[in-house]
């Protein structure tokens, strides 16, 4: 998609971080956009903040992981707007953590949800239409999660290894089909943005029994370090500029920096090799190498 000017992007997941600056940079290429978040008040700064900028903006407050809430945000932007060219499927959750024994179906439902069905309805809500206009793209954030796996973060890395197929499956239909509509699938690494503390959004039916763990040393120290790698890692604007640069280019394959590409390298070689998985330590682990 060469020409963005005019046209209108769907951006889920955009009243903060990676979600808030793609739809500021789609803005700036002369997009019109809508922002789906399910935090209304952070929703509304957002689109009074691109309208105070001279963008037209629409905001959706949606919940990704309802199949009518994606339906309803497919045609609240037609109606606006009359046309979608770009769907970024964006939005996300950090999701249970710690050994999968210990988590709970609550866990799991809320990160799947999210994560995965977030996509899965984004998908049947949207590619008909780009499709029937044979124009457009679709953007899907995965992970370096999705091509490898960290220790405690199952749901986590499930839901991202489900995003990377189905932005490959999708890829591939389309051009079997012969179909104009570009994929990108997006694998950020640690990336400056409000994932840590997703908590905040998990529904109350979903949540983890209320109790104090026992907090050691060692926990407390990852959790300063964690605190310190997500304030001070990449900032979400320059992630925007590889997004709109990889829709306007055509291009599949969106990384933000090479930090776990020897990770990645390690687990399809151990794949090559009929190995057993590599033993590795945890992200931040890695991040720190």
Not at 250 to 259: A, L, M, N, Y
Not at 274 to 286: K, Q, T
């Amino acid at each position: 998609m060469r020409d963005l000017e005019g046209k209108t992007a769907v951006v889920t997941g955009a009243a903060s971080g990676m979600g808030r600056a793609f739809a500021d940079r789609l803005a700036r290429a002369g997009m019109r956009v809508v922002l789906a978040d399910v935090e209304r008040a952070p929703l509304q700064v957002a689109v009074a903040e691109l309208e105070a900028q001279g963008a037209t903006a629409l905001g959706v407050v949606t919940d990704v992981s309802n199949e009518n809430d994606m339906n309803a945000l497919r045609t609240r932007a037609l109606e606006q707007f009359g046309t979608v060219e770009v769907v970024c499927l964006n939005a996300g959750v950090a999701g249970g953590t710690g050994p999968m024994e210990t988590l709970t179906a609550g866990d799991w439902q809320w990160t799947l949800g999210v994560n995965l069905w977030g996509i899965i309805h984004g998908v049947r809500a949207f590619v008909p239409e780009l499709k029937r206009q044979d124009a457009g793209h679709v953007v899907i954030t995965a992970s370096i999660a999705g091509l490898t796996s960290f220790p405690n973060m199952g749901p986590y890395n499930v839901t991202k290894h489900g995003a990377v197929a189905i932005a490959e499956t999708l890829f591939s239909e389309l051009r079997d089909q012969g179909s104009s509509v570009g994929v990108s699938c997006l694998c950020p690494g640690v990336v400056h943005t409000n994932i840590v503390t997703s908590e905040r959004n998990r529904p109350e039916a979903l949540r983890r029994p209320l109790m104090e763990p026992e907090r050691t040393n060692e926990d407390l120290d990852r959790g300063r370090a964690s605190y310190e790698v997500f304030t001070n890692a990449k900032p979400p604007q320059e992630v925007a500029d590889l997004v709109h640069d990889a829709i306007v280019e055509g291009r599949f394959w969106i990384f933000t920096d090479e930090v776990f590409t020897p990770e990645i390298n390690k687990r399809l070689d151990a794949i090559r090799d009929r190995a057993d998985p590599v033993s590795r330590g945890s992200l931040l682990d890695v991040y720190f190498k």
